[in-house]
């Protein structure tokens, strides 16, 4: 397999000798090659991601993806990035799926938060929305884990403080938000 013309930034491929199935390894290195083009070209920056994340409680628990990464074990709520064209709740409603097999009712808007890591060149919005299964959830197992994800787990909503759960400044407004039923800031700021 050889690059066509690289001198000339083209993205052609050729595959002599090689079986068809060499496609696909050839498409993807094509694929790789123009994306870092790009970047480089715009020194580097990536574009703002959006995500929809479900703040979905049952029994006085509150759903959670636990991760592990190096040492340290932390969660954060279920859901994930938005694709171009899809609406937040399409977004939360295929993750659910996706992700833990549950249908879910999306309610309203309960907090908005930015990731920010110049370190990582991570920009993320993160649009936290209540919300409820449409059946009781029986069982928890995910079809396609995160990467660092070891596992699934009910927080209880009691003890939500000594959870290392992200986004860590929710965790503050939570008691207030359940259990007074009161107004709190929808914007959690940038937390780390």
């Given at each position: 397999?050889?690059i066509?013309?690289?001198?000339l930034?083209?993205n052609?491929v050729?595959?002599?000798?090689q079986?068809?199935?060499?496609?696909?390894t050839?498409?993807?290195?094509?694929i790789?090659?123009q994306?870092?083009?790009?970047l480089?070209?715009?020194?580097?920056?990536r574009?703002?991601r959006t995500?929809?994340r479900?703040f979905l409680i049952?029994d006085?628990?509150?759903?959670?993806?636990?991760?592990?990464d190096?040492d340290k074990?932390?969660?954060?709520l279920?859901?994930?990035?938005?694709?171009?064209?899809?609406?937040l709740?399409?977004?939360?409603?295929?993750?659910?799926q996706?992700?833990l097999?549950?249908?879910?009712q999306?309610?309203?808007?309960?907090f908005?938060?930015?990731?920010?890591?110049?370190?990582?060149?991570i920009?993320?919005?993160e649009?936290?929305f209540k919300?409820?299964p449409?059946?009781?959830?029986?069982?928890?197992?995910?079809?396609?884990?995160?990467?660092?994800?070891?596992?699934i787990?009910?927080?209880?909503?009691?003890?939500?403080?000594?959870?290392?759960?992200?986004p860590?400044?929710?965790?503050?407004?939570?008691h207030?938000?359940?259990?007074?039923?009161?107004k709190?800031?929808?914007?959690?700021g940038e937390?780390k």
């Amino acid at each position: 397999m050889e690059i066509i013309k690289n001198d000339l930034h083209c993205n052609a491929v050729r595959i002599s000798g090689q079986e068809i199935s060499r496609l696909t390894t050839a498409a993807e290195f094509a694929i790789a090659k123009q994306t870092a083009r790009f970047l480089k070209r715009i020194g580097g920056k990536r574009l703002i991601r959006t995500t929809g994340r479900a703040f979905l409680i049952q029994d006085s628990n509150l759903l959670a993806v636990r991760y592990k990464d190096k040492d340290k074990v932390y969660y954060a709520l279920p859901g994930g990035g938005q694709e171009k064209f899809e609406s937040l709740h399409s977004n939360l409603q295929r993750e659910y799926q996706e992700e833990l097999g549950i249908d879910i009712q999306i309610g309203e808007l309960l907090f908005v938060r930015e990731w920010i890591d110049k370190e990582q060149n991570i920009h993320q919005i993160e649009f936290i929305f209540k919300c409820s299964p449409l059946v009781k959830v029986l069982k928890l197992e995910s079809e396609i884990p995160d990467g660092n994800q070891i596992g699934i787990e009910w927080l209880p909503l009691m003890d939500i403080m000594s959870y290392h759960i992200y986004p860590l400044e929710m965790r503050e407004h939570l008691h207030t938000l359940i259990q007074r039923n009161t107004k709190v800031p929808i914007y959690l700021g940038e937390g780390k």
